[in-house]
C-alpha cells in the first residue's frame, strides 16, 4: 500500500509528562482506530469520554475522545483525536495498540500537514504560514506567520493568476482572430493594461526587498571587541540571565555564545565572541576566527571596549556602533555618547547595568528600520521571492515580444502563471515538498 493510504498517528500536544496529551489519528482506517480502541464512533465534532481499552481489552485510560469524518476535517480525511493523560506510559500503551491495526503506522514529521496540503485544504504558502506560526518566538512573528496563514499571500496570488489566464485567453483570442482585420487590436490594447497593472501590484509587494525573510530569520547583533572588556558581561545583561561565563582572566570565551531575545517583538540573536586578539593559543586562535567571520555575517556589530580600548576595524561590512564600557571606573556619564566618531557611541557600566537602557533602546530603534517599520511583508521566503520576480520578469517580456508576434507574448503569460502555480504549489513542486514538510515536527 502506498504510504498516502495508509493510516497515521502522533502526538500532537507538547512535551511529555503533560497534564493532557493529544494523540491524531488520520486516514481511511481513523475510524476502525477509533472504534478498536474507545469501542464505538461518538457523534462527529462532538467531545465524548470513553475509557481507552487495548486489543486484549485490558483498560489504558479514561480519555476524552473527538470524531472528524473527511472531508471536513484538518486533512481532508477522517480524522480521530484522543485526549488522554499524558503519561510516558499512558502514551506508549496508545502507540503500542494503534500500531497493532493493520495499515496503522506512526507519522514522518509534517505528514499531517502535507496531506492537508495534497486534499486542499491549505495551499502551499499557507503550509509554510503553519511552520513560521509554530516556530514563531516573538510578537511580530507570530503576527506575520498568521498572516500567511490565513492566506494573505495565497490569495493575491491565486488573484494574479486568474487574471493572467485571463490576459492569455485575450492574447490567444487575437491569434485565433488574426484574420478579421482590426479584432487583434481590440483585444490586446486592454490586454497590454491588465499586464501593466499585474506589474504595479506584484512590484510593489517585492518592493519590501527580503523583508519578511528577515522577520523569520531576527536580527542579528555581534558583540565584539578586544578580550577582557565585558562582552560577556553585557550579554548577560542584555538576556537578564547568565548565558556567558564572566572572568577576569583573557580569552575565557573560546567559542561563539548565541541567545535569543525578544526586543518590543522583534526577534534578535546576540552573540558573544571571543576576544580579538593575536595569540599562539591554537584553541584561542580558533575563537578569534570564528568572531571575526560572525561579526562579519552579523546584521549590526558592538564594538566593546573600555575608556581607552582600541577602535573598531575600518573594514567591517556590518553597521557597527562603538560602546565604551566600564564608566563606572572613570566615573563617565552613561548614555549615548557625544558623536566624538563616524559611528554611534555609548558609554556603559556593562558590571551595574548603567547606560544598557538607553543602548536597548538604541536596538529596537534599529530593528524597527531594519525590518521595515510596522508594516508587514506578504512575501516570507526566499522561495515565495523568487518566484514572484520569475512572474514579473515573465509578464515584463510578454509586453516587449508582442510586436513580435502575440504567441510570444502568450507563451510568457503561461510561463508567468505558472510561476504562481508553483508558488502555491499546484504544479510540479515535488522536487521542494520533502524539503519543506521535513521541517515541520511530528505530529503537525
Given at each position: ?36 480502541l474507545a469501542g464505538k464512533i461518538p457523534t462527529p465534532r462532538q467531545a465524548t469520554r ?101 492566506g494573505l499571500l495565497g490569495d493575491k496570488a491565486r488573484d494574479w493568476r486568474a487574471r ?281
Open positions: 500500500m502506498h504510504p498516502n493510504d495508509q493510516t497515521i498517528f502522533a502526538l500532537s500536544s507538547g512535551r511529555l509528562p503533560s497534564a493532557i496529551a493529544i494523540i491524531r489519528v488520520s486516514g481511511s482506517q481513523a475510524g476502525i482506530a477509533l472504534e478498536s470513553a475509557l481507552l481499552r487495548d486489543g486484549q481489552a485490558q483498560p489504558i485510560d479514561d480519555a476524552v475522545v473527538l470524531w472528524f469524518p473527511g472531508p471536513a476535517s484538518a486533512t481532508g480525511e477522517d480524522v480521530a483525536e484522543l485526549h488522554v493523560h499524558g503519561g510516558r506510559a499512558v502514551l506508549a500503551a496508545v502507540f503500542a495498540a494503534l500500531s497493532a491495526i493493520e495499515q496503522v503506522r506512526p507519522a514522518e514529521p509534517g505528514e499531517f500537514t502535507r496531506r492537508a496540503f495534497e486534499n486542499g485544504k491549505l495551499d502551499l504558502t499557507e503550509a509554510e504560514g503553519l511552520d513560521d506560526l509554530i516556530h514563531a518566538d516573538t510578537d511580530r512573528q507570530r503576527h506575520q506567520a498568521l498572516r500567511q496563514l490565513t493572467i489566464i485571463e490576459v492569455q485567453a485575450l492574447f490567444e483570442a487575437g491569434i485565433d482572430f488574426a484574420d478579421e482585420g482590426d479584432v487583434p487590436t481590440e483585444l490586446i490594447a486592454p490586454a497590454l493594461i491588465k499586464v501593466a497593472t499585474l506589474l504595479d501590484e506584484i512590484e510593489a509587494v517585492l518592493a519590501v526587498e527580503g523583508r519578511g525573510e528577515r522577520m523569520r530569520d531576527g536580527l542579528v547583533v555581534a558583540i565584539a571587541g578586544p578580550p577582557n572588556v565585558g562582552k560577556s558581561t553585557l550579554m548577560n545583561q542584555l538576556a537578564r540571565r547568565e548565558v556567558a561565563i564572566v572572568s577576569p582572566h583573557a580569552g575565557t570565551t573560546r567559542d561563539v555564545i548565541e541567545v535569543q531575545l525578544d526586543l518590543d517583538g522583534y526577534p534578535v540573536t546576540v552573540i558573544d565572541t571571543a576576544g580579538i586578539r593575536e595569540t599562539d593559543d591554537p584553541v584561542e586562535q580558533e575563537g578569534v576566527r570564528r568572531a571575526r567571520a560572525r561579526a562579519e555575517a552579523a546584521d549590526l556589530v558592538l564594538w566593546l571596549t573600555d575608556a581607552d580600548g582600541v577602535s573598531p576595524p575600518d573594514e567591517s561590512p556590518a553597521p557597527t556602533w562603538l560602546v565604551r564600557n566600564k564608566s563606572d571606573l572613570d566615573g563617565s556619564a552613561t548614555g549615548m555618547a557625544p558623536m566624538t566618531t563616524t559611528i554611534p557611541a555609548f558609554r556603559i557600566s556593562a558590571a551595574l547595568g548603567n547606560g544598557v537602557a538607553e543602548l536597548v533602546t538604541a536596538l529596537v530603534d534599529f530593528a524597527e528600520v531594519f525590518f521595515g517599520g510596522h508594516e508587514s511583508s506578504l512575501v516570507t521566503r526566499e522561495r515565495q521571492r523568487i518566484l514572484l520576480q520569475e512572474t514579473v520578469e515573465a509578464l515584463r517580456r510578454s509586453t516587449t515580444v508582442i510586436d513580435e508576434g502575440e504567441e510570444l507574448a502568450a507563451e510568457e503569460l503561461r510561463r508567468a502563471s505558472y510561476a504562481l502555480g508553483r508558488l502555491l504549489g499546484r504544479v510540479n513542486v515535488e522536487d521542494i515538498l520533502d524539503l519543506i514538510f521535513r521541517e515541520f515536527c511530528i505530529g503537525k
